[in-house]
């Protein structure tokens, strides 16, 4: 494995396999896999799960990975190409890339969305920059538009549980948040939920639609594992009978880039805040699952975060167990 | 053990039994002992010394750690339960508390005290509800009221140096300092010098009384050891005979969480900055014990910590060999 | 080994041995070596592939590092020596670095020049006293004036790159910087280049002379090792017929300390932008080195950077390979 960028570059058999491999590996450690090996992981932008499930995962292996992030006491990093550095970044991204990953036997990178034009966001040009200028195994800890060890985390997670794939139920809600946040993670999940073969159903207030390119990828998914996309404003009718309301934030795609446009229409939307009453519709046993971290009394309620639905922490151990799964076969292969 | 919290904890068999085993992994190492197991370490406060040796500790013992601290490039921690979380703050400890103990074997946190409400922090009620919020082994790296690290370690550099147990005068000193710093190592010292069963003073200005319950536990563990706990405010007659010299800055206890009468107080106090001359009617060999960090010529002076009395750096390296023994008994058992 | 300061207190055959075993540790792992042993690292100034590859070498020989510097969540490091510390640093350097040295089998140094005294720089006083604090195998990561990671690093990748000792030419020539950067690296490389024998011409602009010690040093060991130093303004003579040319950004000596009339003479050396045409003169397979991060566009073009001269993500790993020869020798001997 080269690259893990997307889990729509993997066969439904591919991802049991890894998943497969990560039961193993967390139920019977192999201390000395990775002896020796070395992880590079260079954060754009913050972190606390992915930074330290990531270390975690290589210790647990035998190896270890070092962490770069702005905040640290490095040169400020420039991204934007051509430019004439008499700035405040003294490093560019060209030099700083391909340096970090010459160290490491293979290197994740997390760059969020610029949130200026969705359609370069869309295409996640600046991770695929990223990918031009190494020529080592790498992975996608956070693009502008995918979260691929998030959806593997969570696929494994709803394994757990019992939800069923075929004729599960799962609906991805929008939740309440005073800022605009990325869509990476619905982006990710969405095609997860559709790849695993569950009826999924977008769940959102209007101006939240999620990208035709987006959905019409989902919907190719959903075809071709026997599960089915559509998407709804109508919270009663979204959720009833849901096994699972995955909860997130996103901003406005219609006013994509526009901080004004999208305050004025979210500004009325501090209602979606997921709460006891919205499961009323669902399936008993229905969960609550969210990719952290989560804002109370905002997002998601305190009652429900701390109630039996909540599967947060299980959710958030998973990107560990996952990923151990991830670098373990790019770095040992099979 | 699944909690290092308290050396209160302990009988005076277990602590010896740990002090010996510090010993021998000190002088024996066993770099494969701990392999593929990981030590999470969450900061809510500054730290050097237990951030440092926390991280050597695990490395020679073959594991390693990691650390999440404010200033890393995380999303702002929020600490306060119930709050609808609109601010700055996007986790909740509720959630990171536990993910990040989800990918340890152990956890280790460090979270200063509040001081606002000196019930509160003599309750460690932010520790109890880390505490009650993950349910692996769990090591307090300084709490509100305790710092069982630096009571062990010290324990063991009088051990070293050969500062008799039963019989032995330790003075703790008040020193000053241009702030008002929490109780927790005045309190843990306090008890451990007790435990060891020495004749201790608590050397202070009035208005800087330590609280009567860490008086009261202090007292009850020299009577169960055969020492003796007595405060005073003179410092000719506190120092007499003294074995060790243990400086300290704290705050008042008078007006605690009252931070312009703790400043109103604490400016009369510039010469309790302890110098050769404190020390004439001490011992010949008496040393000066600090937990550092000490402002110099400030709370203690230069010629002090750079003459023959200081072992401060003894105690600052017997931090990571005491807590090589609390990580191997936590993580291997005996 | 007990000190990695300075390229010039090794014979080329003590250099030619330790890149021997620096390519024999990156072809042929040993994740075993440095089990159970820990490199304390300090930063008292920003790093990005130091911190990086100190990491990544102690990982990949079974060892490990932890790093601290300033931006973290430690407490503030005072340096000056005999000041009463009532001020926002609480903890100086006397303490931290035996403290943090105590942790480490091995500690790494960085502390970038004061530029207040030319002569306190050249004599790298600063680091001389870390020096005096503690009694560990130390190793300079960069100080007032040496940095003999990156002179290895580069050497060896002159070695790779069939760069003639004997008769090869190398030009280190001073490029534009909006600020005054140290001596550092142009100290280390001119020695560098010297004691490989080459012939060596130092191109900078009127004002950027490097220090007298310094050339004298460097010109001291041309002659013992066949190889020759001069310095020119002209940039036509000085490329013709070069092998390298390596750029660096560095203060002006005639106003060394005083910012204004540093920035007075800097203001008109814009066109000091290593581009294409600077090569005309030069060697068709001349290359481009620099110790990165390089401004582009500022100090060197873009076409450079992006064009087949420039080595510098090259020289970048090899500070890595480098480096596990010299913490390998230090910590296991030969």
């Given at each position: 494995m080269k690259l893990f960028n997307d889990l729509a570059d993997f066969s439904v058999e591919e991802i049991d396999d890894l998943l497969t491999l990560a039961r193993r590996l967390d139920e019977?450690?192999?201390?000395?896999?990775?002896?020796g090996r070395v992880l590079a992981l260079l954060f754009l932008n913050p972190s606390l799960r992915t930074m330290s499930s990531f270390q975690a995962a290589m210790i647990r292996l035998g190896g270890s990975a070092f962490v770069i992030s702005?905040?640290?006491?490095?040169h400020g990093l420039e991204t934007r190409?051509?430019?004439?550095?008499?700035?405040?970044?003294?490093?560019?991204i060209r030099e700083a890339v391909p340096v970090i990953a010459s160290y490491g036997d293979a290197i994740g990178i997390r760059a969020f969305a610029q949130r200026q034009r969705l359609e370069d966001d869309l295409a996640d040009s600046e991770f695929q920059t990223f990918r031009s200028l190494i020529d080592k195994p790498m992975i996608?800890?956070?693009?502008a538009i995918n979260h691929p060890c998030q959806a593997l985390a969570d696929w494994k997670t709803m394994d757990e549980l019992g939800?069923?794939?075929?004729?599960g139920k799962f609906v991805l809600s929008w939740a309440y948040h005073p800022k605009a946040l990325p869509l990476a993670v619905p982006s990710a999940v969405v095609h997860m939920a559709c790849q695993r073969g569950m009826d999924v159903t977008v769940l959102r207030p209007e101006g939240f639609e999620l990208p035709t390119p987006i959905m019409d990828k989902a919907r190719a998914a959903a075809e071709a594992n026997g599960g089915s996309l559509q998407e709804s404003a109508d919270r009663h009718e979204a959720i009833e009978g849901a096994h699972v309301v995955y909860a997130k934030e996103w901003s406005s795609t219609r006013h994509y880039g526009d901080r004004l446009g999208d305050e004025k229409l979210r500004r009325?939307?501090?209602?979606?805040?997921?709460?006891?009453?919205?499961?009323?519709?669902?399936?008993?046993d229905c969960r609550l699952m969210h990719c952290l971290p989560v804002r109370r009394g905002v997002a998601v309620s305190d009652r429900v975060l701390d109630g039996p639905r909540s599967v947060v922490i299980q959710e958030a151990r998973n990107r560990m167990v996952a990923q151990m799964a991830v670098v373990y076969r790019m770095l040992r292969g099979s």
């Open positions: 019977h450690p192999e201390p000395q896999a990775l002896a702005p905040e640290m006491s490095i190409p051509g430019i004439v550095m008499d700035g405040a970044a003294a490093e560019h996608n800890m956070e693009s939800v069923p794939r075929q004729g009325e939307l501090v209602d979606w805040c997921i709460d006891d009453p919205w499961f009323q519709p669902a399936r008993e």
